[in-house]
């Protein structure tokens, strides 16, 4: 987390609902999205813009099925770091490798959790054993094939239901 969102001042419930809003529907008009919160349009402009300068909206983009772009199989891919090497510098270098979707900081006995996408098994592969494994620093993977996936409720749709 870095300083500039450490120190932010809170959202408050129309903030949360505009975000709640966008994260349902990049697309939505500035009007549609007045409407939705209960505001005038040029609030929810003004919020909009507010909320951007601030980083709490940080883009706009499309959700892609990965199946539909030919990415078919997937995997969640434990990673375990060792030596001198840093976080933030592994990091950096498994985000940029072919496939890796996310690469996330977690606690417990392993250091960085992947999520990788190939178009199939022997790619998949490749990506892990080769880019991964043989990165300098990481000392060990393991990996879990992803067989389904049901999308929950993502953070962002689940801020107009906090209770203030």
Excluded: C, Y
């Amino acid at each position: 987390m870095t300083d500039h969102h450490r120190n932010a001042e809170p959202i408050d419930g129309i903030d949360r609902r505009i975000v709640a809003e966008l994260s349902r529907d990049g697309r939505l008009s500035v009007r549609t999205l007045a409407e939705r919160v209960h505001i005038s349009r040029t609030a929810a402009h003004n919020r909009v813009q507010h909320l951007m300068q601030r980083g709490v909206i940080t883009g706009f983009g499309a959700q892609i099925d990965r199946k539909a772009i030919g990415l078919n199989i997937s995997a969640l891919v434990v990673v375990r770091i060792g030596g001198d090497a840093s976080w933030e510098a592994i990091a950096a270098k498994l985000a940029t490798l072919p496939f890796v979707e996310k690469v996330q900081a977690v606690s417990g006995d392993i250091d960085i959790m992947l999520t990788v996408s190939a178009p199939d098994h022997e790619q998949l592969s490749q990506a892990i054993l080769r880019d991964i494994h043989d990165l300098p620093g990481v000392v060990s993977t393991r990996s879990h094939l992803i067989l389904a996936e049901i999308d929950g409720r993502p953070p962002a749709q689940s801020l107009d239901i906090w209770r203030s």
